[in-house]
């Protein structure tokens, strides 16, 4: 049974997506403060957390960087705010998805769903193809079971969407992909994926794996196109 952490202060709210969630089948813990819900994000362990961005005693922005520190958990915002500026400040804290009240529960299980779903998911073609990346000296590996960077043998965390990003370059060293094609990557799971949180994403990404990230060596920009990966080309010219 999947574990749900509802982070809500309207206790009308986190009583009914406890109660769509728990008819789906999922077990979920309900807590009304930041601090409780930081706390449960350690003791009970989640799959998915639903995080309100109004809370009592700290901002849902805070909140959802602090959970990022600790935990690669798919995170969830739930908020009244609709602008797109929102949304882009969610995605650099740490979010996978995000989601305007009101919103329909049907809608928000079905994307609970395909988060956790998605999250868990291992395709064994790409794997082995990363595998054979490893083994070629890459600086960049992927821990599967904790779905971590290792980078230069320093694990690093990510999102979700940032870890199949960098599973998908892994898997094709020096394929440029287009912004349309990283953004079918991920579509389903980062629910508002466009091309500019296609090139968030990239940022967070240089920020985590470059030595320099305002000169990348590792994933590099194809202008008017996409990006590329050029790890193994880099390793060996610098060797």
């Not at 109004?54 to 602008?83: H, Q, T, W």
């Not at 694990?155 to 940032?162: K, R």
């Amino acid at each position: 049974m999947y574990k749900v952490l509802v982070i809500e202060d309207d206790v009308m709210m986190s009583d009914m997506l406890s109660m769509y969630l728990s008819e789906e089948g999922y077990s979920v813990m309900q807590a009304y403060r930041a601090d409780e819900g930081l706390r449960l994000t350690t003791d009970f362990n989640p799959d998915l957390v639903l995080l309100d961005l109004i809370l009592p005693d700290l901002d849902g922005m805070e909140v959802c960087a602090l959970i990022r520190k600790r935990s690669n958990v798919p995170i969830m915002i739930l908020s009244m705010k609709s602008e797109v500026s929102e949304r882009v400040q969610a995605l650099k804290a740490g979010a996978d998805d995000y989601m305007c009240k009101p919103f329909s529960m049907h809608e928000m299980t079905a994307r609970v769903e395909a988060l956790i779903r998605r999250s868990n998911s291992m395709q064994t073609e790409t794997t082995q193809q990363v595998a054979a990346a490893v083994e070629d000296g890459d600086p960049i590996q992927l821990d599967f079971e904790r779905r971590l960077l290792l980078v230069r043998g320093q694990l690093v965390e990510t999102t979700f969407s940032e870890y199949e990003l960098m599973k998908l370059f892994l898997a094709h060293p020096g394929k440029v992909f287009s912004r349309e094609e990283l953004i079918n990557t991920i579509r389903g799971f980062d629910s508002f994926v466009t091309d500019r949180a296609i090139d968030v994403h990239i940022v967070n990404l240089r920020k985590k794996i470059e030595q320099n990230p305002k000169e990348p060596r590792l994933i590099r920009t194809v202008w008017g196109f996409g990006y590329k990966y050029t790890a193994q080309h880099t390793s060996r010219s610098q060797t």
